[in-house]
Nanobody
Framework: VQLQASGGGLVQAGGSLRLSCAAS????????MGWFRQAAGKEREFVAA????????RYGDSVKGRFTISRDNGKNTVYLQMNSLKPEDTAVYYC?????????????????WGQGTLVTVSS
């Protein structure tokens, strides 16, 4: 599967953005999907994940209550709605697809990665 993330940009603190990740192929619904982010000089960090049927979602502690992950299997797309953005949310955001059974929060749980989209939050 190929993944294409979009929707990043520059936003002021307190604002919102919605990221999208479009997947190629007909098997999108067989993948758990995740969002990770990587700030300059830091390791890649788990943000959110969603199961194949959207019945299970998981969030990183730093984004709980502010970010929402969702998916539309008919459109082969996963979304990340980001509200109440903070300067520390500034990072390149990556979407990823995993074939495992469990919805993972670590990078090893994902088999395919998109190219990333930059989110910059100004103070």
């Amino acid at each position: 599967v190929q993944l294409q993330a979009s929707g990043g940009g520059l936003v002021q603190a307190g604002g919102s953005l919605r990221l999208s990740c479009a997947a190629s192929g007909r098997t999108f619904g067989t993948y758990n999907m995740g969002w990770f982010r990587q700030a300059a000089g830091k390791e890649r960090e788990f943000v959110a994940a969603i199961s194949r049927s959207a019945g299970t979602t998981r969030y990183g502690d730093s984004v709980k209550g502010r970010f929402t992950i969702s998916r539309d299997n008919g459109k082969n797309t996963v979304y990340l709605q980001m509200n109440s953005l903070k300067p520390e949310d500034t990072a390149v955001y990556y979407c990823a697809a995993g074939i495992g059974i469990v919805v993972r929060t670590d990078t090893r749980g994902y088999d395919y990665w998109g190219q990333g989209t930059l989110v910059t939050v100004s103070s």
